[in-house]
């Protein structure tokens, strides 16, 4: 099968995207950006639902069979930073940044509806969901509780993400845990203050708390075997206000990954168990503040054998890696996961700075390759489109 021709949309495409990284938005303030989506989607015929988990919106496409269909997602909403790319269609909203991509999975997301849309061959059923707030508030699963799966249900869904240092356009995923849970987890250690020369009548909490930070170095090499991966980090360590001022209160942030829901629970029970015996043992207190984040990103195995065999198919083995082992970052498309069977895709953005990096770009050479994948399993997915 050919790709589909997107010579009268190519230098759009590229324009859309620009656009887009030009105005960046925090998740659920998201204003102009699905206003853009919203524009294109209605100027190729396409109804579009807004409003759903307040910014998010559902496109869909129903030739012939609309009892069974497939589901494409892409997150619109940017990071809580600064640019520093330079670029002439950089940021134009301080303190915003697209330094993950998302800008590039709305385009390509759009590219393949277009594409659909005048392809008149296609027999089956697309919902094109556009999904807010994936960095900070879990959109997917904001648009899960606001019925999503009820008003279109899919019988598959498929979410692709940019990765740099992938070689451009080509494609991995794997069966199984792709990416990893995360939690949040903020530790307050309570002491007794005081004068920094009189040590002996206070708890020192910043004393309590780096005990905490070390014995937390031990949860994943002695808890957890050494066949699943998970990793616990504490990313901030607040306490005191000068060098003879022995502080009341300590604050520690710990995050927690893992790719196995078991091993999730056993390092939330874990932390708690060594904070509090840590602090026991000073005569301290700590008290517990979570954020449970994400749960794991699971791909369902015939998802992924039928992304695999129509990566293949269309674009040749050389463009098809099958990832042994899962990333460690997270990604609340794992809600969608847990609810339709499907695959998160990685597409390589080739030799380019890192993900959540100031000065990240996404790389305009391989969104029209992204766009044809959407395409592809659309019309190669069995008994959802014609092939």
């Not at 999975?105 to 707030?133: C, E, K, N, S, Y």
């Not at 508030?137 to 009820?150: H, P, V």
């Not at 040590?199 to 020192?204: L, N, S, V």
Request: negative net charge; glycine residues 10%.
């Amino acid at each position: 099968m050919q790709h589909p021709d997107f010579s009268p949309i190519s230098g759009k495409l590229i324009e859309f995207r620009r656009h887009l990284h030009g105005i960046p938005e925090i998740g659920l303030s998201e204003i102009k950006t699905p206003a853009f989506i919203a524009e294109r989607l209605k100027t190729w015929g396409y109804k579009v639902h807004r409003g759903i988990a307040a910014t998010g919106l559902v496109a869909s496409l129903e030739r012939g069979r609309p009892l069974e269909a497939i589901g494409f997602r892409a997150d619109f909403d940017a990071l809580p930073m600064d640019e520093a790319t330079g670029l002439t269609y950089a940021s134009r909203h301080p303190g915003a940044m697209h330094a993950c991509g998302h800008d590039g999975h709305t385009t390509m997301l759009l590219g393949a509806a277009w594409a659909l849309a005048q392809d008149r061959a296609f027999d089956g059923t697309v919902h094109f969901i556009f999904q807010p707030a994936e960095e900070n508030l879990g959109g997917a699963k904001l648009m899960i509780d606001d019925g999503i799966f009820d008003r279109f249900p899919c019988q598959r869904i498929f979410a692709l993400h940019n990765l740099p240092g992938l070689a451009a356009g080509s494609f991995a995923t794997r069966a199984g845990a792709i990416a990893a849970s995360i939690d949040v987890v903020t530790i307050t250690v309570k002491g007794k203050g005081g004068h920094g020369a009189l040590p002996e009548t206070t708890i020192d909490p910043v004393v309590v708390g780096s005990s905490i930070v070390m014995a937390l170095q031990t949860l994943v090499s002695r808890n957890v075997s050494p066949h699943e991966r998970s990793v616990v980090t504490v990313g901030a360590f607040r306490a005191g206000s000068a060098a003879n001022i022995i502080p009341d209160v300590a604050v520690l942030e710990v995050s927690m990954r893992a790719t196995n829901a078991h091993v999730r629970r056993e390092l939330q029970r874990r932390i708690e168990d060594v904070a509090t015996f840590q602090a026991r043992s000073f005569n301290a207190e700590v008290d517990f503040t979570w954020e449970v984040g994400y749960p794991a990103t699971v791909n369902d195995p015939a998802a992924v054998d039928l992304a695999a065999r129509s990566i293949v198919k269309h674009f040749g083995e050389h463009a098809f890696t099958r990832l042994e082992s899962p990333m460690m970052f997270s990604e609340d498309f794992s809600f969608m996961l847990e609810r339709v069977p499907g695959a998160y895709i990685l597409i390589g953005n080739g030799d380019s700075s890192g993900l959540h990096s100031s000065t990240y770009d996404f790389n305009d050479a391989i969104l029209e390759r992204g766009s044809a994948l959407f395409y592809h399993l659309a019309k190669d997915d069995e008994g959802l489109g014609d092939r």
